[in-house]
T-cell receptor
Framework: DGGITQSPKYLFRKEGQNVTLSCEQN?????MYWYRQDPGQGLRLIYY???????QKGDIAEGYSVSREKKESFPLTVTSAQKNPTAFYLC????????????FGPGTRLTVT | LAKTTQPISMDSYEGQEVNITCSHN???????ITWYQQFPSQGPRFIIQ???TKVTNEVASLFIPADRKSSTLSLPRVSLSDTAVYYC???????????????FGTGTKLQVIP
Protein backbone atom coordinates (compact mmCIF):
# COMPACT_ATOMS: atom_id res chain seq x y z
CA ASP A 1 0.00 0.00 0.00
CA GLY A 2 1.25 3.46 -0.89
CA GLY A 3 1.15 6.18 1.68
CA ILE A 4 2.89 8.47 4.11
CA THR A 5 4.20 7.34 7.45
CA GLN A 6 5.12 9.53 10.36
CA SER A 7 6.80 8.33 13.50
CA PRO A 8 6.39 8.31 16.33
CA LYS A 9 2.72 9.10 16.88
CA TYR A 10 3.41 10.63 20.29
CA LEU A 11 6.67 12.25 21.35
CA PHE A 12 7.66 13.76 24.66
CA ARG A 13 10.71 15.93 25.19
CA LYS A 14 12.20 18.19 27.78
CA GLU A 15 12.56 21.86 27.03
CA GLY A 16 15.89 22.73 25.46
CA GLN A 17 16.27 19.48 23.53
CA ASN A 18 16.19 19.20 19.77
CA VAL A 19 13.86 16.55 18.37
CA THR A 20 13.50 15.10 14.89
CA LEU A 21 10.17 13.98 13.45
CA SER A 22 10.22 11.40 10.71
CA CYS A 23 8.21 11.53 7.47
CA GLU A 24 8.47 8.89 4.75
CA GLN A 25 6.39 8.44 1.59
CA ASN A 26 6.33 5.69 -1.04
CA UNK A 27 3.97 7.49 -3.40
CA UNK A 28 6.80 8.69 -5.63
CA UNK A 29 5.68 12.26 -5.01
CA UNK A 30 8.08 15.08 -5.70
CA UNK A 31 6.73 17.66 -3.26
CA MET A 32 6.57 17.28 0.50
CA TYR A 33 5.33 19.59 3.24
CA TRP A 34 5.36 20.05 6.98
CA TYR A 35 2.46 21.67 8.82
CA ARG A 36 1.83 22.53 12.41
CA GLN A 37 -1.63 22.44 13.95
CA ASP A 38 -2.54 23.87 17.34
CA PRO A 39 -5.78 22.99 19.14
CA GLY A 40 -8.84 24.39 17.36
CA GLN A 41 -6.72 25.94 14.65
CA GLY A 42 -6.07 25.30 11.01
CA LEU A 43 -2.80 24.06 9.54
CA ARG A 44 0.18 26.36 9.23
CA LEU A 45 2.97 25.66 6.77
CA ILE A 46 6.44 25.23 8.27
CA TYR A 47 8.60 24.07 5.34
CA TYR A 48 8.09 22.58 1.94
CA UNK A 49 10.25 20.87 -0.63
CA UNK A 50 9.51 20.51 -4.32
CA UNK A 51 12.53 18.37 -5.21
CA UNK A 52 15.42 16.56 -3.56
CA UNK A 53 18.06 18.81 -2.01
CA UNK A 54 15.79 21.83 -2.17
CA UNK A 55 13.38 23.23 0.39
CA GLN A 56 11.75 26.54 1.21
CA LYS A 57 10.51 28.21 4.36
CA GLY A 58 6.81 28.38 4.93
CA ASP A 59 4.94 30.80 7.15
CA ILE A 60 6.35 29.70 10.50
CA ALA A 61 9.84 28.30 9.84
CA GLU A 62 11.60 29.92 12.80
CA GLY A 63 12.91 27.32 15.22
CA TYR A 64 12.58 24.46 12.72
CA SER A 65 14.93 22.85 10.21
CA VAL A 66 14.49 20.22 7.49
CA SER A 67 16.50 18.18 5.03
CA ARG A 68 15.56 16.45 1.77
CA GLU A 69 18.36 14.07 0.88
CA LYS A 70 16.04 11.45 -0.57
CA LYS A 71 12.79 11.77 -2.49
CA GLU A 72 11.03 9.52 0.02
CA SER A 73 12.09 11.29 3.19
CA PHE A 74 11.56 14.77 4.64
CA PRO A 75 12.50 14.86 8.35
CA LEU A 76 11.67 17.88 10.48
CA THR A 77 13.85 18.95 13.41
CA VAL A 78 12.24 21.03 16.11
CA THR A 79 15.08 22.93 17.70
CA SER A 80 15.38 24.44 21.15
CA ALA A 81 14.92 27.84 19.49
CA GLN A 82 11.25 27.08 18.81
CA LYS A 83 9.50 28.95 21.60
CA ASN A 84 6.30 26.94 21.73
CA PRO A 85 6.96 23.53 20.15
CA THR A 86 4.07 21.58 21.69
CA ALA A 87 1.70 20.89 18.78
CA PHE A 88 0.40 18.34 16.28
CA TYR A 89 2.75 18.01 13.31
CA LEU A 90 1.55 16.83 9.93
CA CYS A 91 3.57 15.80 6.92
CA UNK A 92 2.07 15.75 3.43
CA UNK A 93 3.10 15.07 -0.14
CA UNK A 94 1.70 15.75 -3.57
CA UNK A 95 2.40 14.77 -7.14
CA UNK A 96 3.32 17.29 -9.78
CA UNK A 97 -0.24 17.36 -11.09
CA UNK A 98 -1.80 19.32 -8.29
CA UNK A 99 -0.67 21.04 -5.17
CA UNK A 100 -4.15 20.78 -3.80
CA UNK A 101 -4.59 17.03 -3.71
CA UNK A 102 -2.24 16.54 -0.82
CA UNK A 103 -1.82 13.22 0.93
CA PHE A 104 -1.28 13.49 4.66
CA GLY A 105 0.42 11.27 7.17
CA PRO A 106 -1.17 10.34 10.50
CA GLY A 107 0.67 13.08 12.36
CA THR A 108 3.00 13.28 15.35
CA ARG A 109 1.84 14.89 18.56
CA LEU A 110 4.82 16.52 20.23
CA THR A 111 4.71 17.55 23.86
CA VAL A 112 7.56 19.56 25.32
CA THR A 113 7.69 20.18 29.06
CA LEU B 1 -4.19 33.42 -3.18
CA ALA B 2 -7.95 33.72 -2.90
CA LYS B 3 -9.19 34.17 0.66
CA THR B 4 -11.98 31.87 1.76
CA THR B 5 -14.68 32.34 4.35
CA GLN B 6 -16.71 29.48 5.78
CA PRO B 7 -18.84 29.02 8.92
CA ILE B 8 -16.91 28.13 12.04
CA SER B 9 -19.28 25.35 13.04
CA MET B 10 -22.48 23.53 12.09
CA ASP B 11 -24.69 20.95 13.74
CA SER B 12 -26.79 18.39 11.91
CA TYR B 13 -28.90 15.38 12.81
CA GLU B 14 -28.02 11.98 11.48
CA GLY B 15 -29.59 11.17 8.13
CA GLN B 16 -29.89 14.78 7.03
CA GLU B 17 -28.16 16.37 4.07
CA VAL B 18 -25.55 18.92 5.09
CA ASN B 19 -24.49 21.86 2.97
CA ILE B 20 -21.37 23.82 3.87
CA THR B 21 -20.84 27.01 1.93
CA CYS B 22 -17.50 28.64 1.27
CA SER B 23 -17.17 32.21 0.05
CA HIS B 24 -14.24 33.13 -2.22
CA ASN B 25 -14.96 36.48 -3.81
CA UNK B 26 -11.43 36.95 -5.18
CA UNK B 27 -11.15 33.63 -6.98
CA UNK B 28 -8.91 33.82 -10.04
CA UNK B 29 -9.58 32.38 -13.47
CA UNK B 30 -7.16 29.49 -13.02
CA UNK B 31 -8.20 28.64 -9.46
CA UNK B 32 -9.83 25.37 -8.49
CA ILE B 33 -11.88 24.74 -5.38
CA THR B 34 -10.83 21.87 -3.15
CA TRP B 35 -12.36 20.46 0.03
CA TYR B 36 -10.66 18.42 2.73
CA GLN B 37 -12.01 16.53 5.72
CA GLN B 38 -10.12 16.16 8.99
CA PHE B 39 -11.00 13.87 11.87
CA PRO B 40 -9.57 14.59 15.33
CA SER B 41 -5.89 13.70 15.66
CA GLN B 42 -5.62 12.70 12.00
CA GLY B 43 -4.30 14.35 8.88
CA PRO B 44 -6.76 15.99 6.47
CA ARG B 45 -8.15 13.87 3.66
CA PHE B 46 -8.94 15.14 0.17
CA ILE B 47 -12.70 14.93 -0.51
CA ILE B 48 -13.50 16.67 -3.76
CA GLN B 49 -12.28 19.26 -6.22
CA UNK B 50 -14.01 21.27 -8.91
CA UNK B 51 -13.80 24.25 -11.24
CA UNK B 52 -17.39 25.04 -12.16
CA THR B 53 -20.96 23.71 -12.08
CA LYS B 54 -21.26 20.42 -10.22
CA VAL B 55 -18.91 17.63 -9.29
CA THR B 56 -20.01 14.45 -7.56
CA ASN B 57 -18.12 11.49 -6.18
CA GLU B 58 -18.88 8.68 -3.78
CA VAL B 59 -18.38 10.94 -0.77
CA ALA B 60 -19.86 14.33 -1.61
CA SER B 61 -21.07 16.79 -4.19
CA LEU B 62 -19.62 20.19 -4.92
CA PHE B 63 -21.81 22.92 -6.34
CA ILE B 64 -20.19 25.96 -7.92
CA PRO B 65 -22.34 28.78 -9.35
CA ALA B 66 -21.51 30.50 -12.60
CA ASP B 67 -19.73 33.45 -10.95
CA ARG B 68 -17.58 31.03 -8.90
CA LYS B 69 -17.53 33.41 -5.95
CA SER B 70 -18.78 30.72 -3.64
CA SER B 71 -19.11 26.96 -3.50
CA THR B 72 -21.16 24.48 -1.52
CA LEU B 73 -20.02 21.12 -0.26
CA SER B 74 -22.99 18.78 0.08
CA LEU B 75 -22.84 15.66 2.24
CA PRO B 76 -25.83 13.38 1.70
CA ARG B 77 -27.44 11.66 4.69
CA VAL B 78 -24.71 12.29 7.21
CA SER B 79 -23.83 9.81 9.91
CA LEU B 80 -22.00 10.22 13.19
CA SER B 81 -18.77 9.29 11.44
CA ASP B 82 -19.02 12.44 9.33
CA THR B 83 -18.30 14.55 12.41
CA ALA B 84 -15.13 16.34 11.39
CA VAL B 85 -13.63 19.65 10.31
CA TYR B 86 -14.12 20.54 6.65
CA TYR B 87 -11.68 22.87 4.90
CA CYS B 88 -12.30 24.83 1.71
CA UNK B 89 -9.20 25.73 -0.32
CA UNK B 90 -8.99 27.81 -3.46
CA UNK B 91 -5.98 28.03 -5.74
CA UNK B 92 -4.15 27.14 -8.88
CA UNK B 93 -4.56 23.56 -9.99
CA UNK B 94 -1.62 22.98 -12.25
CA UNK B 95 1.89 23.13 -10.86
CA UNK B 96 3.24 25.69 -13.26
CA UNK B 97 6.67 25.68 -11.69
CA UNK B 98 6.07 28.41 -9.15
CA UNK B 99 4.96 27.30 -5.75
CA UNK B 100 1.68 28.67 -4.49
CA UNK B 101 1.34 28.21 -0.76
CA UNK B 102 -1.49 25.99 0.31
CA UNK B 103 -3.38 27.67 3.12
CA PHE B 104 -5.73 25.80 5.38
CA GLY B 105 -7.96 28.13 7.35
CA THR B 106 -9.78 27.07 10.50
CA GLY B 107 -12.42 25.19 8.51
CA THR B 108 -15.99 24.32 9.49
CA LYS B 109 -16.47 22.00 12.42
CA LEU B 110 -19.42 19.75 11.64
CA GLN B 111 -21.05 17.99 14.57
CA VAL B 112 -23.50 15.23 13.67
CA ILE B 113 -26.05 14.58 16.38
CA PRO B 114 -27.76 11.21 16.89
Amino acid sequence: DGGITQSPKYLFRKEGQNVTLSCEQNLNHDAMYWYRQDPGQGLRLIYYSQIVNDFQKGDIAEGYSVSREKKESFPLTVTSAQKNPTAFYLCASTSGQSRYEQYFGPGTRLTVT
Amino acid sequence: LAKTTQPISMDSYEGQEVNITCSHNNIATNDYITWYQQFPSQGPRFIIQGYKTKVTNEVASLFIPADRKSSTLSLPRVSLSDTAVYYCLVGDFVNSGGYQKVTFGTGTKLQVIP
